[in-house]
Structure formats: structure tokens, C-alpha cells
């Protein structure tokens, strides 16, 4: 009786590791997504308001491609 206790306690534990070794995963991929994302969006903000000062004359074609260089570095 008493090795069926021990196995059983044994498996729950193994359980609960798997549980937060999963938990732990999906919050990691979770960050790095979001983390991601908003480098990925700050990005496209600059460059749609780059082409928003080209189109209303506040900057040349010329230092709209030097500044839009500087942005893809």
C-alpha cells in the first residue's frame, strides 16, 4: 500500500512541473511577442510620419530617403 502512496504523490509532482513548466513557457512567449510588436508598430509610426512630412512639403525627396536610411539602421 504504502508504494502505491509514494507513487502516486511522485506523478502529481511531476504533474504540477509539467503545469508550470508550461505556464512559465507561454508567459515567456507571451513577453517576447508583445515586447516584439510594439518595436514593430514605434517602427511603422516613424516611417508614417516621415512620409506625412514628405507629402506635406516640410522635408525634400532627398532628405526624406537620408532620414528614412537612418530609420532602417
Known amino acids: 500500500m504504502m508504494s502505491m502512496g509514494n507513487g502516486t504523490m511522485i506523478g502529481m509532482m511531476v504533474i504540477s512541473i509539467l503545469i508550470i513548466g508550461f505556464l512559465l513557457y507561454f ?4 513577453i517576447t511577442n508583445t515586447i ?15 512620409k506625412e512630412r514628405l507629402a506635406q512639403g516640410e522635408i525634400n525627396e ?10 532602417q539602421k
Open 27 to 30: 508567459l515567456i512567449v507571451g
Open 36 to 50: 516584439r510588436k510594439k518595436e514593430h508598430t514605434t517602427e511603422g509610426r516613424e516611417m508614417q510620419i516621415l
Open 62 to 71: 532627398e532628405e526624406f530617403q537620408q532620414k528614412k536610411e537612418l530609420l
